[in-house]
Structure formats: structure tokens, C-alpha cells
């Protein structure tokens, strides 16, 4: 727990320093849009992810997985919660930043598409199947490469408070992202190999 | 009191399952939910979390 509060003390103390620096008005324009894609897709798909964590919590027959849960629900609250708190700094200035609260419930044809994946791989399905099809196709193999990309062109773009927030959020990231390893090796192990490679095809493709 | 080191803790917490006495084992997790057919009840123990 302390080193969670070390590391909400680090993003959200870079983001007070560099509030005058006027990102929004100095920014490469292009960065700015990457920005409000960002929040869009990310910030609620969180918390719904938070909620996906609770299912693990409650149906899962592996006792480590239930207490890695437990700290994963609170690992994507905070995402959640960081995610909204910081494009909200940017709501004065330009109105499109609120879509990082909104985006999730428009029918813009792009938000459809990413809602209908979300829901389907974090909501639908059973605990196993919703684990390796999100902890360990679209977490590990997925953001966990994405987002430390995206630290990197947020620093190039001058963007520390967003280079440092997602930096944070990955360090979360990569510890929950784990759950779903040891159940790769179960289902192998019980000759369910077929199985376990056609839920990392549907993540992944 | 001297506070343990997570080590000499950390197993005891990841032993939190029972043989339930008054319900079935799929009354308390049912199968739509809780998943993994064909994985046979012992290997649940032995899911080991890499960090």
C-alpha cells in the first residue's frame, strides 16, 4: 500500500509542477488529439475492468488469483480515478477533453467498436476465459508495450505529466497483467492447450 | 510486536479454500462464472502467481 501511495505522490506531484507549463496551448496539436483518444478509450474502460477484477475476486477457484484480484480492483480504480482526474485539467480549455467521461457512452462508430470488444472480452464470459483473454492477451501482450511506447512520445512531445502518469499506470499494470500466466500453464497442463490458444487468437486478433 | 516479513506470511494468505460442507462445490462456483472445464479440482492449489 505504501508504495501505491509513493506512486500516486510522484504522477500527481509532476502534474501540479508542470500545470503552468501550458501544455495545451504550446503542444504539438497532433499530440493533443493523441491525448483526448487516449482518455476517451482508457478512462472508463477502467473502471470497467475494476469491475472484471471483482468478478475474479468473487469466482475465482485459485486462491492467488483471488488476492491478486483484490489488489487488481484497486489498481484499475486508481487508473480510473487518475484518468479523469487528469484530462480534467484541460476541460476549460477545450470542451472535447470531457470525452474522457464520455466517449464510453456515445454511439460514435469507433467508441462502438472498442465498447463492444470491452464488454465482450471483460464482461461476458467466465472468470478463466475473461483472464487470459484480458490479463494475459490484452495486458500483457498488448499494453504492456503500448503504453510504455506512448510514455516515450509523450516525453518527445513535452508531455512529462502524461509521460509519468502512464508510466505509473503500467507499473500497476504489469503486476495484474500476470494473472493470466499461471492459467495458460493450467490449461496446458490439463489438455486444454486448444483452448487457451483460441481465446488468445480472439484477444488478439 | 515485531511486524512479520511478507515472506512469512504470504503462503498462509494464498491458502483461503475449503471443502464446502453445506452447498456443492458449483453452488458456490458456478460453472457459467467461475470457468475452467476440465481442470481437475487439486490444480487450483497449485496456481502460483510469477510475482
Redesign the interface.
Known amino acids: 500500500m505504501d508504495v501505491q501511495r509513493q506512486k500516486d505522490a510522484g504522477a500527481y506531484s509532476v502534474k501540479a509542477a508542470l500545470e503552468r507549463m501550458d501544455l495545451y496551448a504550446k503542444g504539438d496539436p497532433g499530440w493533443i488529439s493523441t491525448l483526448k483518444e487516449h482518455y476517451a478509450a482508457v478512462a472508463v474502460v477502467e473502471y470497467g475492468a475494476a469491475l472484471m477484477e471483482a468478478?475474479f475476486v468473487?469466482?475465482?477457484?485459485?486462491?492467488?488469483?483471488?488476492?491478486?484480484a483484490t489488489f487488481g480492483m484497486l489498481d484499475e480504480t486508481r487508473h480510473a480515478q487518475m484518468q479523469l482526474y487528469f484530462p480534467h485539467e484541460y476541460i476549460a480549455k477545450d470542451r472535447q477533453f470531457d470525452w474522457a467521461h464520455e466517449a464510453m457512452r456515445t454511439d460514435n462508430w469507433g467508441v462502438v467498436a472498442a465498447r463492444h470488444f470491452f464488454d465482450d472480452m471483460m464482461m461476458t464470459?467466465?472468470?478463466?476465459?475473461t483472464s487470459i483473454l484480458l490479463n494475459f492477451a490484452f495486458e500483457t501482450g498488448y499494453t504492456n508495450l503500448q503504453f510504455i511506447g506512448l510514455a516515450s512520445d509523450a516525453a518527445k512531445a513535452g508531455d512529462f505529466t502524461f509521460s509519468k502518469l502512464i508510466q505509473s499506470i503500467q507499473s500497476d499494470e504489469a503486476?495484474h497483467a500476470?494473472?493470466g500466466?499461471?492459467?495458460v500453464k493450467?490449461?496446458i497442463?490439463?489438455?486444454?492447450k486448444a483452448?487457451a490458444q483460441k481465446l488468445i487468437d480472439i484477444a488478439f486478433w | 510486536m515485531a511486524v512479520l516479513q511478507r515472506s512469512d506470511w504470504y503462503d498462509l494468505a494464498r491458502s483461503t479454500s475449503w471443502t464446502p460442507s453445506y452447498v456443492k462445490e458449483d453452488a458456490i462456483f458456478p460453472p457459467e462464472h467461475s470457468g475452467g472445464a476440465g481442470i481437475p479440482p487439486e490444480k487450483w492449489a497449485s496456481y502460483d502467481e510469477p510475482f
Open positions: 468478478r468473487r469466482f475465482s477457484k485459485a486462491p492467488g488469483m483471488r488476492n491478486m464470459r467466465d472468470v478463466i476465459a503486476r500476470q494473472i500466466t499461471p492459467l493450467m490449461m497442463e490439463s489438455g486444454r483452448e
